[in-house]
């Protein structure tokens, strides 16, 4: 396994425990601070969410791990060019299951998530 593979694995787990336990703060340290969350709402359009504004609404919700609910995530495939990297993940939250498209960036010798593209079915 490659430097980028292990580090981009370790980016996803970092993000897996956060939803798991709803912690901002985690969730933040994976995201770009300019970096943003788009999903098509349930009015049917596309919403795009600055990740402070996301990152505020995590705060908000009752974790998984609170409810003493069984972990469900997994990697379902990561693609790297050189610093650009490509995460598809699935996850469940409650009884909604989420799949999450993860745009990465690598800058500074750091990988970062610079998109969020979800969708979520119950």
Wanted: hydrophobic fraction near 45%.
């Amino acid at each position: 396994m490659n430097t980028d593979d292990h580090a981009l694995r370790a980016l996803a787990q970092t993000y897996f425990d956060a939803a798991y336990e709803m912690d901002a703060d985690k969730f933040a340290s994976v995201f770009h601070p300019s970096s943003a969350v788009t999903k098509v709402g349930d009015d049917g359009k596309v919403s795009v969410t600055p990740i402070a504004a996301w990152l505020a609404t995590v705060r908000t919700l009752t974790a998984p791990k609170q409810s003493g609910m069984e972990r469900d995530d997994r990697i379902i495939l990561i693609d790297v060019e050189s610093d650009l990297a490509f995460l598809k993940l699935r996850l469940r939250i409650h009884s909604r299951h989420f799949t999450d498209i993860l745009s990465c960036l690598k800058a500074d010798g750091t990988w970062r998530i610079v998109q969020k593209v979800m969708t979520s079915t119950t």
